[in-house]
Antibody, heavy 128, light 108 residues
Framework: EVQLVESGGGLVKSGGSLRLSCAAS????????MNWVRQAPGKGLEWVSS????????NYADSVKGRFTISRDNAENSLSLQMNSLRAEDTAVYYC?????????????????????WGRGTLVTVSS | EIVLTQSPGTLSLSPGERATLSCRAS???????LAWYQQKPGQAPRLLIY???SRATGVPARFSGSGSATDFTLTISRLEPEDFAVYYC?????????FGHGTKLEIK
């Protein structure tokens, strides 16, 4: 069964740090770009960060650039998101998402794709 | 970045009726790289459509996607009770990828 399972969420004070993890199973993890997408309480979806299959291409939303770092370990089938300098507006459910088979490519060669598999999410709450 | 505007914000229909959801982009979405997702309360989003019109694995045939450039549509031909949810469009043809704010499909 194809599965993504996030962990590491919790309550943290403003300015603090948290590290999210995503364990992948049931597919060739090393072959796909992976993403983090978040959803603030009662709000819509917001793309956060992406990493290509071999970690060559890494992208961040402007709202998290310089504070969050995405990484992956293909040997361990795992994806991570290191979140520093957290703010109240970072409060959200964070989803790990796998990209599908058909991607577009931007001018730098970075792939962008749709998300065919999602985890159940992990809640991050930042108190001010 | 490309802004996606979904309309209507809320759509009230009855089971058996046809639903038409719109997603308009502020710039042309290259390659029709547009996807649609369904999200029910307390659940993760589920991929329905990619490439503007290709149904994802396991998605019922009553769901169809169409459109190109700046105007895209998700149609549900005959609503089933389990179809009432929030629907998001997502463009991945330009960086960064972006989501629409969603259309809530509710039971009338």
């Amino acid at each position: 069964e194809v599965q993504l399972v996030e962990s590491g969420g919790g309550l943290v004070k403003s300015g603090g740090s948290l590290r999210l993890s995503c364990a992948a199973s049931g597919f060739s993890f090393k072959s796909y770009s992976m993403n983090w997408v978040r959803q603030a309480p009662g709000k819509g979806l917001e793309w956060v960060s992406s990493i290509s299959s071999s970690s060559i291409y890494v992208n961040y939303a402007d709202s998290v650039k310089g504070r969050f770092t995405i990484s992956r370990d293909n040997a361990e089938n795992s994806l991570s998101l290191q979140m520093n300098s957290l703010r109240a507006e970072d409060t959200a459910v964070y989803y790990c998402a796998k990209e599908g088979d058909w991607s577009s490519y931007d001018n730098s060669g970075s792939p962008w794709g749709y998300f065919d598999i999602w985890g159940r999410g992990t809640l991050v709450t930042v108190s001010s | 970045e490309i802004v996606l505007t979904q309309s209507p914000g809320t759509l009230s229909l009855s089971p058996g009726e046809r639903a038409t959801l719109s997603c308009r982009a502020s710039q042309s979405v290259s390659g029709s790289y547009l996807a649609w997702y369904q999200q029910k309360p307390g659940q993760a989003p589920r991929l329905l459509i990619y490439g503007a019109s290709s149904r994802a694995t396991g998605v019922p045939a009553r769901f169809s996607g169409s459109g190109s450039a700046t105007d895209f549509t998700l149609t549900i031909s005959r609503l089933e009770p389990e179809d009432f949810a929030v629907y998001y469009c997502h463009q991945y043809g330009s960086s960064p990828c972006t989501f629409g704010h969603g259309t809530k499909l509710e039971i009338k």
